[in-house]
């Protein structure tokens, strides 16, 4: 486990009847049940999905992404996807998986009718989405990528229809941090206390800058979400941690949101934006997968030994349906796994994962837990209590239901 002591913990745990009284020298048996670190994948399919791709899906991740871009939730002016987005929320809930949603503000996939309004109403239509989606799915969904993108936001180009983009518009008339500014401020008005991020491909400097500007101005982020689409290959374990080490100067948890590793040919060096690579079929290959497994493993070793890092968002888990068509998902289209899922899978449930462990209380009630932090459930009597443990030394007390 060299290396990995950040991620570790070593927890007194004083096993209590209902009514607080200790347990003393009863036999209790301890099991992990999820991480504290999130291992995360898009799961805009899974609800959805056979029971097969259901259990692939839980049985390697903790965190699920849901999708609520602007101008797939709500279309039509006035009509909401709220009822699905619920039911699917509630049925990762229902199975202990944390919930994000992608993403509050974005120039791209946003309500087509905006655009064509004057500017005030669609700044105010913005805000009134923004405070609605929070406060609608507060308690389901209580993490959210508040805004993504918005280092390309102001002088966003690349509008099909030819009508001007009202986000865009909007950001270059308030400014970057004026915009970001308007998303966490209205996610905030509800009173639900959110977890907010902000979300980018950028990796450069201008992205650090504006992470400079908005803590100088006030904008209170709660974490900065990292992208890496990594179609044209592996950035390298030496560029992650580069990476990682040059955002964590600011003091804030990093979530690597958007990861992908295709297990197919590479995409071209040559192209500058990924969404330029069209072609008819990109079919995963034998070589591919075994080089999208070794990336896999290498990528997320590299960040899990990283301290600032808190999450690892794969983008999507399946090939079916992936973005751009790239055979980028760790299952293919026909629902097998590929070795890349077997490899990540040997990491999370696995290396990382703390052996179920059956022992005897002492005569104060106590039994040391020794593992990953995370949540774990203690069982005793017939009866099972859920405790989480958190990294280090420390102590805590888990009261038995009655």
Same mark, same amino acid.
């Given at each position: 486990?060299?290396?990995?002591?950040?991620?570790?913990?070593?927890?007194?745990?004083?096993?209590?009847?209902?009514?607080?009284?200790?347990?003393?020298?009863?036999?209790?048996?301890?099991?992990?049940?999820?991480?504290?670190?999130?291992?995360?994948?898009?799961?805009?399919?899974?609800?959805?999905?056979?029971?097969?791709?259901?259990?692939?899906?839980?049985?390697?991740?903790?965190?699920?992404?849901?999708?609520?871009?602007?101008?797939?939730?709500?279309?039509?002016?006035?009509?909401?996807?709220?009822?699905?987005?619920?039911?699917?929320?509630?049925?990762?809930?229902?199975?202990?998986?944390?919930?994000?949603?992608?993403?509050?503000?974005?120039?791209?996939?946003?309500?087509?009718?905006?655009?064509?309004?004057?500017?005030?109403?669609?700044?105010?239509?913005?805000?009134?989405?923004?405070?609605?989606?929070?406060?609608?799915?507060?308690?389901?969904?209580?993490?959210?990528?508040?805004?993504?993108?918005?280092?390309?936001?102001?002088?966003?180009?690349?509008?099909?229809?030819?009508?001007?983009?009202?986000?865009?518009?909007?950001?270059?008339?308030?400014?970057?941090?004026?915009?970001?500014?308007?998303?966490?401020?209205?996610?905030?008005?509800?009173?639900?206390?959110?977890?907010?991020?902000?979300?980018?491909?950028?990796?450069?400097?201008?992205?650090? %800058?504006?992470? *400079?500007? $908005? #803590? @100088?101005?006030?904008? !209170?982020?709660?974490?900065? +979400? &990292?992208?890496? =689409?990594?179609?044209?290959?592996? %950035?390298?374990? *030496?560029? $992650? #941690? @580069?990476?990682?080490? !040059?955002?964590?100067?600011? +003091? &804030?948890?990093? =979530?690597?949101?958007?990861?992908?590793?295709?297990?197919?040919? $590479?995409?071209?060096?040559?192209?500058?934006?990924?969404?330029?690579?069209?072609?008819?079929?990109?079919?995963?290959?034998?070589?591919?997968?075994?080089?999208?497994?070794?990336?896999?493993?290498?990528?997320?070793?590299?960040?899990?030994?990283?301290?600032?890092?808190?999450?690892?968002?794969?983008?999507?888990?399946?090939?079916?349906?992936?973005?751009?068509?790239?055979?980028?998902?760790?299952?293919?289209?026909?629902?097998?796994?590929?070795?890349?899922?077997?490899?990540?899978?040997?990491?999370?449930?696995?290396?990382?994962?703390?052996?179920?462990?059956?022992?005897?209380?002492?005569?104060?009630?106590?039994?040391?837990?020794?593992?990953?932090?995370?949540?774990?459930?203690?069982?005793?009597?017939?009866?099972?209590?859920?405790?989480?443990?958190?990294?280090?030394?420390?102590?805590?007390?888990?009261?038995?239901?009655?």
């Amino acid at each position: 486990m060299t290396g990995l002591e950040h991620r570790r913990t070593r927890t007194a745990v004083t096993l209590t009847d209902h009514d607080g009284s200790p347990l003393a020298h009863e036999d209790v048996t301890v099991r992990q049940v999820r991480h504290a670190f999130e291992f995360g994948c898009a799961a805009f399919e899974v609800a959805d999905a056979d029971a097969a791709y259901q259990d692939l899906w839980l049985g390697l991740f903790d965190t699920a992404t849901l999708p609520v871009y602007w101008g797939r939730y709500e279309p039509e002016r006035g009509r909401t996807a709220l009822a699905d987005l619920t039911a699917a929320a509630q049925w990762f809930a229902d199975r202990g998986v944390r919930l994000k949603g992608h993403p509050l503000v974005w120039h791209t996939v946003k309500a087509p009718w905006l655009d064509p309004l004057p500017l005030e109403e669609a700044e105010r239509l913005l805000r009134e989405r923004v405070r609605r989606e929070v406060r609608d799915l507060s308690g389901l969904i209580d993490t959210w990528d508040a805004i993504n993108e918005v280092v390309i936001m102001p002088r966003f180009t690349n509008e099909p229809d030819g009508v001007p983009n009202a986000i865009t518009r909007l950001a270059a008339r308030l400014g970057r941090v004026e915009m970001v500014r308007l998303a966490v401020d209205e996610a905030r008005s509800q009173g639900t206390s959110p977890r907010l991020l902000i979300n980018d491909f950028d990796l450069g400097p201008e992205y650090e %800058r504006l992470i *400079e500007d $908005l #803590l @100088e101005a006030g904008v !209170r982020i709660d974490a900065i +979400g &990292l992208q890496s =689409h990594m179609h044209q290959g592996f %950035r390298g374990v *030496e560029q $992650l #941690l @580069e990476v990682s080490d !040059r955002f964590a100067r600011f +003091g &804030l948890p990093l =979530h690597w949101t958007e990861t992908t590793l295709v297990s197919g040919d $590479l995409m071209p060096p040559e192209i500058d934006d990924l969404n330029d690579f069209q072609v008819s079929a990109w079919p995963s290959t034998p070589e591919g997968e075994e080089r999208q497994a070794d990336d896999v493993a290498a990528h997320y070793t590299a960040l899990v030994s990283h301290p600032a890092v808190e999450s690892i968002t794969y983008w999507g888990m399946g090939d079916a349906g992936a973005w751009l068509g790239a055979p980028a998902g760790l299952v293919r289209a026909d629902g097998s796994p590929k070795p890349a899922y077997d490899a990540l899978r040997d990491l999370v449930r696995g290396a990382w994962w703390t052996p179920a462990t059956s022992s005897r209380t002492d005569a104060q009630g106590r039994v040391v837990v020794e593992g990953f932090a995370g949540t774990y459930e203690a069982s005793c009597r017939g009866r099972t209590v859920e405790v989480g443990l958190a990294v280090g030394e420390g102590a805590v007390e888990a009261r038995l239901p009655r």
